[in-house]
């Protein structure tokens, strides 16, 4: 069973169907939707999506290839190339709203017999690997295999669990004092919003920094201007405090265009569709292997400062690295399996793959959140803008996953 059906545990629920097991997924809200998210697919996702049997319909939807990245603050913007991927597929990564590519995974995972619960939340998760037990809400019934009738709830069995939630909400196994952590004040609120009519060029991501938090901007399907970012909690407070009545996502967008000169070109003229979406605080920083028995990809393993626009490919990459231990057992031989083995080398992988980038993406976070750094780095940068494409580069903008390889015995 896995729980949540973003790109992490829908591409969980994918790769293990392929290799013949029975899949159970269960997300808690209906689709399409729009997610708070930076909406960008690095070239080696585009590589892993076509694994998953959506490469093509991503790639017809999506933005034109993403060539320049940028850097803007309160003085002029900067402009470098992106780093090219060498030896993959490739060569650039492109933009694609969370409406559409979650919709696009979900429906190959029904596609290929997932049993679908959805909207539909897990409520507890009891026993051990090899042995759970999970209570689940739905509203309505399974799609796919045949599992009965959802009521009201139901309990499920299951081998494996898969958490793959949201890394703002609570998880089935998370203790009291994780779910009721202290509020602090330099806990992250992530903001979007999608405008048309904007002037930013298509091709291009800047980067957004400013006092007290950071973002991007990208023109994603459709020609639509996404506009995500990260603000701290004091930082929110105070701005609206200077302008009470006025909503979290107001304040925000009227804070990017006073701060950063290159976002109020961008959005002049330029109408925003639909609200700003909030989602936090965020809970950064690494959760693979808590030893509770449960497997954790996406944001639920661990997730970076979102500066670096990684998120999505960490995703995808996570449930290639767990299914890479699970998939060479059959779904017959589960019981039997060592679990302790599986999972400290499930987690090893993951660290390997990813704590690198998270110590990349937190040091970029610092530099634009804080004005004694932003300022001579964007003096720096404005006099070598070539660093802007090292620096994407260190990202992992220009990295070819190599465990989203097709996985032997997978059809």
Not at 256 to 281: D, F, K, M, N, Y
Request: glycine share 12%; net charge positive; charged share 20%.
């Amino acid at each position: 069973m896995i729980i949540g059906a973003g790109p992490s545990g829908t591409a969980t629920a994918i790769l293990l169907k392929l290799a013949g097991w029975r899949v159970v997924l269960v997300e808690k809200s209906a689709y399409p939707r729009q997610k708070v998210c930076g909406e960008c697919l690095t070239a080696g996702s585009l590589a892993m999506l076509d694994e998953l049997g959506v490469g093509a319909a991503v790639r017809a939807r999506a933005s034109p290839e993403l060539r320049q990245v940028g850097w803007m603050g309160d003085a002029s913007s900067v402009l470098a190339d992106l780093p090219a991927c060498v030896g993959g597929i490739y060569r650039y990564g492109r933009a694609l709203g969370r409406d559409h590519l979650d919709k696009l995974l979900v429906d190959r995972a029904q596609e290929l017999g997932v049993t679908l619960l959805q909207p539909a939340k897990v409520r507890t998760v009891r026993g051990k690997s090899g042995f759970f037990e999970c209570e689940i809400q739905a509203t309505e019934k399974p799609r796919g295999e045949r599992l009965g009738h959802a009521t009201s709830s139901l309990v499920h069995r299951a081998a494996v669990v898969v958490d793959a939630h949201g890394s703002w909400d609570a998880g089935p196994r998370d203790t009291v004092r994780e779910a009721l952590t202290p509020r602090h004040s330099c806990d992250l609120f992530g903001f979007k919003a999608s405008f048309e009519n904007a002037s930013l060029p298509a091709g291009r991501l800047p980067v957004l920094a400013f006092s007290g938090g950071y973002g991007g901007m990208v023109v994603a399907d459709g020609g639509r201007l996404t506009v995500a970012g990260c603000i701290r909690r004091d930082t929110l407070q105070a701005l609206r405090g200077r302008a009470r009545g006025v909503s979290a996502g107001a304040a925000f967008e009227e804070y990017l265009r006073t701060s950063c000169a290159g976002v109020q070109v961008s959005l002049e003229g330029a109408r925003r569709i639909g609200s700003w979406l909030s989602v936090g605080p965020l809970r950064l920083g690494i959760r693979v292997g808590k030893g509770d028995g449960l497997f954790r990809v996406g944001n639920a393993a661990g997730e970076a400062h979102p500066l670096v626009g990684e998120g999505m490919s960490m995703a995808l990459e996570s449930a290639f690295l767990l299914t890479n231990q699970l998939i060479p057992r059959t779904a017959g031989e589960i019981d039997s399996i060592r679990w302790i083995q599986i999972h400290r080398a499930y987690e090893a992988a993951w660290r390997t793959a990813f704590a690198p980038r998270m110590r990349v993406a937190s040091a970029y976070a610092h530099v634009a959140m804080q004005p004694a750094l932003r300022v001579p780095t964007h003096a720096v940068l404005r006099r070598w803008p070539r660093l802007l494409t090292h620096a994407a580069q260190l990202a992992g903008k220009a990295r070819i996953s190599r465990s989203g390889l097709r996985l032997e015995g997978t059809s």
